[in-house]
């Protein structure tokens, strides 16, 4: 009976150094992971002011990079307009501002989103993320 004592002693010693084993490639995975995290927020931050009037905005189209952190500045100097871009959940209205994270690339239309007149269909422009 005292003679399997010490075998079941190697064996627990076996099973630690197995799960000490495994407990390293999880650590491995971990730096990965944190890395591809800071790339993605390592854009740079930009501030477009748009300004528009009946029935323009004076950008026709935005130019940022995926990652940017973006803020649109909207600026009515005459009318009442408001900026929205379709693919992202953008809205921003005269006066005021909206920060987003450009993390999707392609081109986005915007368009006015406040009913402003007759020339209210025309007043659009394009979101370009590269
Ligand atoms: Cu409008």
């Known amino acids: 009976m005292n003679k399997w004592i010490p075998v079941s002693g190697l064996l627990l010693a ?3 150094t197995a799960t000490a084993c495994g407990g390293g490639k ?3 995975a971990a730096p990965a992971a944190s890395a591809a995290a800071s790339a993605a927020s390592s854009g740079a931050a930009r501030t477009i002011t748009v300004n528009a009037k009946n029935f323009e905005f004076d950008q026709k189209e935005i130019k940022v ?6 803020t ?8 009442n307009h408001g ?3 379709e693919g ?3 809205e921003v209205k005269g006066g005021k501002s909206v920060t987003f994270t450009a993390d999707k690339a392609g081109e986005f239309n915007f368009s006015c989103s406040i009913m402003c007149g007759a ?3 025309e007043m659009t422009g394009k979101l370009i993320v590269e």
Not at 65 to 70: A, C, E, I, P, R
Not at 72 to 79: D, E, K, T, V
């Open 72 to 79: 649109i500045a909207l600026n009515n100097s005459q009318g």
């Open 65 to 70: 990079k995926k990652g940017d952190s973006v």
């Open 119 to 121: 020339g209210h269909a």
């Open 83 to 85: 900026l929205k871009i």
């Open 88 to 90: 992202y959940d953008v």
């Open 26 to 28: 999880s650590d491995n």
């Open 14 to 16: 076996a099973a630690l």
